[in-house]
């Protein structure tokens, strides 16, 4: 199995760019995913019985992370709307020793995968990316002494 490093993706995520027709009739590129969060094995609540855990991977396990940060963001500020959310989500996210793509990812008895360092031609040393998006979704950094810090809701891309 291939175990990735806490600031690592997971080798099965998606990445992007994503390519859609606008109502233009234009094709586009878009940048994504928009945020990434903790979800390669992570500890949660099983459905057997009352006292379960289980460790999971994937998207179900990355989205109640966004979840709670919103619910976090909401009951700091109810009226909060979706691109004041989005721009907190985007503009505080964490980028700092987030990991690059391996060219080879190397997993049991030595079986190499071929990574996508670089996806989409955007590096992944920039932010937004098509590995992380804007970065982790970090509410800590949206804080400050227990108060939202300030945000421009028009996000720059």
């Avoid at 991977?57 to 992370?65: I, V």
């Avoid at 709670?68 to 700091?76: E, I, Q």
């Avoid at 979706?82 to 985007?90: D, G, L, Q, R, S």
């Amino acid at each position: 199995m291939l175990v990735p490093a806490p600031n690592d993706l997971a080798f099965f995520s998606s990445k992007g760019p994503t390519k859609y027709t606008g109502a233009d009739g234009k094709p586009r590129n878009l940048v994504k995913p928009d945020i990434a969060a903790p979800g390669f094995f992570t500890r949660s609540a099983g459905i057997k019985a009352t006292n379960e855990y289980v460790k999971m991977a994937g998207t179900s396990m990355a989205g109640p992370h966004v979840a709670g940060v919103v619910g976090l963001l909401k009951s700091s500020k109810a009226d909060l709307t979706y691109e004041e959310v989005y721009a907190y989500v985007t503009k505080y996210a964490f980028t700092k020793t987030l990991t690059p793509e391996p060219a080879t990812w190397v997993g049991k008895a030595n079986a190499t995968l071929p990574g996508a360092p670089n996806c989409g031609g955007v590096s992944d040393a920039s932010f937004p990316n098509n590995r992380y998006g804007f970065g982790r979704v970090d509410v800590a950094n949206m804080y400050d002494n227990g108060k939202l810090k300030p945000v421009n809701p028009n996000p720059a891309c």
